[in-house]
């Protein structure tokens, strides 16, 4: 048995979650989520704990007991909390702003790159090098904040580019200055 898929997920005040099945519904001050349990795995709803057991003795469905459990407390933290992801800009000129539903993001190509912010996503600039996404979806945010740092990664040589908040970008080794006369 897994030890994540063991533990189970407690809901909070204010949040208050359906079983249908093997759909899981969750519903908080955040919005509304819900995801489908993989066959084989089954949530019982106690009181304020909603528990995940392994329903067979199917190894894809032992495999998938811990991340039921995850996906479900995923949603529950999701609606009552939200998740957040921040990503610093770092370059001489390199700068991100808002216009309208749209960040602009200028990063060192000819022109400006757009990126349209999608619905249940919230992006806001703490500052022109910060970005903060922010959305009670975990999937949803961690592949926002993706695809921002995509349009520019960190080069490893001076470390220009999008990287996430605390990331260490390996730096190389400039070209060595050979001496004259070769």
């Known amino acids: 048995m897994s030890r994540v898929g063991k533990m189970p997920v407690r809901i909070p005040e204010g949040v208050t979650v359906k079983l249908s099945g093997s759909r899981v519904e969750v519903k908080g001050p955040r919005g509304e989520l819900s995801t489908v349990i993989p066959r084989g795995v089954s949530a019982e709803l106690k009181e304020n704990l909603v528990q995940i057991s392994v329903s067979s003795k199917d190894p894809k469905a032992r495999a998938l007991h811990g991340t039921a459990r995850a996906l479900v407390s995923n949603l529950v933290v999701g609606v009552s909390k939200g998740f957040r992801k921040v990503l610093e800009i770092v370059g001489t000129g390199y700068r991100?702003?808002?216009?309208?539903?749209?960040?602009v993001l200028t990063i060192g190509f000819a022109k400006p790159v757009e990126y349209p912010v999608p619905a249940g996503v919230q992006i806001s600039l703490e500052s022109p090098t910060r970005i903060i996404v922010e959305g009670s979806d975990k999937i949803l945010v961690g592949q926002v904040a993706s695809e921002i740092r995509d349009f520019k990664r960190p080069e490893p040589y001076k470390g220009k580019g999008i990287r996430y908040e605390g990331e260490y970008v390996r730096k190389k080794a400039g070209k060595a200055a050979v001496g004259a006369g070769g």
Request: avoid cysteine; proline fraction near 0%.
């Open 96 to 103: 991100a702003q808002m216009e309208g539903k749209k960040l």
